[in-house]
């Protein structure tokens, strides 16, 4: 299995695309904003054949969602995600407006609503484990790859970080227990790719998060 990152729009999301022999792909938070980050992506998955199976949302805040709508437009493919963010998604416009952004799409319904130890299966065989890690968002999912050592973890865990709880519907104590017992019981080695800046392992946050 292979994996690409790609970092977009002004509030720089990590989006990640994976795949394997067979040419089946997923993509995991898409934050194209911009249409030449648009390009940027569908001319990656164009040129390197790629056919898009699933597509992925950690949670609904809107810089993880911003290019949704055009994940359906192009390749007609609907999140996956939690619904315990919906009310995000349905009332972007407003939410963005007030860090000065015009953003004036409809996000499409979800295709598929996913829950904890739900799975998601592409290619030859390849498994994505939903966990439930909710605490900076009710709908908060962290993806798992056991046969690679790969997390995503969204805005759960960051490199000597946690996601912010201070909106009106995160739970502070709520994330703490859900990293220390759905995410740190992962393997040490266990690579994680979180929704903002670089990459970690559960190792090195189990030794070094002072949030954790």
């Known amino acids: 299995m292979e994996i690409k990152t790609f970092t977009f729009s002004p509030i720089e999301v990590n989006s990640y695309l994976l795949w394997d022999e067979t040419k089946e792909a997923v993509l995991i938070d898409c934050g194209c904003f911009r249409e030449e980050e648009e390009k940027k992506l569908s001319n990656f998955i164009e040129k390197n054949g790629l056919i898009l199976k699933h597509y992925l949302n950690t949670h609904l805040h809107f810089d993880h969602i911003f290019g949704n709508p055009f994940i359906m437009k192009k390749f007609g493919i609907s999140a996956e995600a939690s619904d315990g963010d919906w009310h995000w998604a349905e009332n972007i416009a407003q939410r963005v407006a ?4 015009i953003y004036d799409q409809k996000i499409p319904a979800l295709a598929r609503v996913l829950k904890h130890n739900d799975e998601v299966t592409f290619g030859n065989g390849c498994t994505i484990k939903a966990i439930a890690v909710p605490g900076h968002s009710p709908g908060s999912l962290a993806y798992y790859v056991e046969e690679k050592g790969w997390l995503f973890s969204g805005d759960a865990l960051f490199r000597c970080s946690i996601g912010r709880t201070d909106f009106p519907d995160s739970d502070h ?6 990293i220390k017992e759905r995410l740190f019981t992962l393997p040490d080695d266990t690579v994680v790719y979180p929704g903002h800046d670089r990459t970690t392992t ?7 998060n002072m949030f954790v």
């Open 98 to 101: 007030r860090f000065g952004i």
């Open 202 to 208: 559960i190792g090195y946050e189990k030794k070094f």
């Open 173 to 178: 104590s709520a994330l703490i227990n859900n």
